[in-house]
Nanobody, 125 residues
Framework: VQVVESGGGLVQPGNSLTLSCAAS????????IGWFRQAPGKEREAVSC????????LYADSVKGRFTVSRDSAKNTVNLQMNGLKPEDTAVYYC???????????????????WGQGTRVTVSS
């Protein structure tokens, strides 16, 4: 079981970026997928997740209304569309998979079993 993030980069404030989490060794629609981030000098924090059953999303207050998580079962990926990016969104973004078949997901990183290596997002002018 493996997840790999991609899509990070340098963007100006107000612009958009889409991160992708590709799964291998399992069907991504059978796992809850979470997105987390760690800014320089700070602890890792939850960003969003999407449930295995029904694909229901959940967002941290800091990104609600700006970020959208979605699943592409055909490509076995989960995407995080980030709009209206701010300098405080600068971080390494991680996706993680939780073997949990349910209609809801959670934003507790201890619940996630498999983690990617992260992709760096820098928001700066």
């Amino acid at each position: 079981v493996q997840v790999v993030e991609s899509g990070g980069g340098l963007v100006q404030p107000g612009n958009s970026l889409t991160l992708s989490c590709a799964a291998s060794g399992f069907q991504i629609n059978r796992y809850a997928i979470g997105w987390f981030r760690q800014a320089p000098g700070k602890e890792r924090e939850a960003v969003s997740c999407i449930s295995s059953r029904d694909g229901n999303p959940l967002y941290a207050d800091s990104v609600k209304g700006r970020f959208t998580v979605s699943r592409d079962s055909a490509k076995n990926t989960v995407n995080l569309q980030m709009n209206g990016l701010k300098p405080e969104d600068t971080a390494v973004y991680y996706c993680a998979a939780e073997n949990y078949w349910f209609t809801k997901c959670d934003l507790l990183e201890d619940e996630y079993d498999y983690w990617g290596q992260g992709t760096r997002v820098t928001v700066s002018s």
